[in-house]
């Protein structure tokens, strides 16, 4: 079993940064994959970043490539989303999930048992 709980949303203005933080508890960590997802309103949830549990290169949405870095310290049990130059765009809630451990499946949501509860971040123009 993982538990996992996202911290460092908030409302920021264009151009900001942001960094979220996702604390996981449970002896499964280091061997599984790290994702997070947003979900804006009246959007479905998409992937935004993975990262695997041998921490290979990362994945990231098109979207996101080159403004967001995924990064994993198994040793805190924490993966962590660094937002740069936050766009309105980027408002949506944003979800951590951990599971599987297959390369092949980072960026699928149905490969991620656990997930937190979701953080909240509001990019104003």
């Known amino acids: 079993q993982v538990q996992l709980v996202e911290s460092g949303g908030g409302l920021v203005q264009a151009g900001d940064s942001l960094r979220l933080s996702c604390a996981a508890s449970g ?29 290979t290169d990362p994945r990231y949405a098109d979207s996101v490539k080159g403004q967001f870095t995924i990064s994993r310290d198994n040793a805190k049990n924490t993966v962590y989303l660094q937002m740069n130059s936050l766009k309105p765009e980027d408002t949506a809630v944003y ?3 951990a599971g599987g451990s297959r390369y092949s499946t980072l960026a699928s949501s149905v490969a991620y048992a656990y997930w937190g509860q979701g953080t909240q971040v509001t990019v104003s123009s």
């Open 27 to 55: 002896r499964t960590f280091s061997t599984s994959n790290m994702g997070w997802f947003r979900q804006a309103p009246g959007k479905e949830r998409e992937f935004v970043a993975a990262r695997s549990w041998i921490n």
């Open 95 to 97: 979800y951590c999930a």
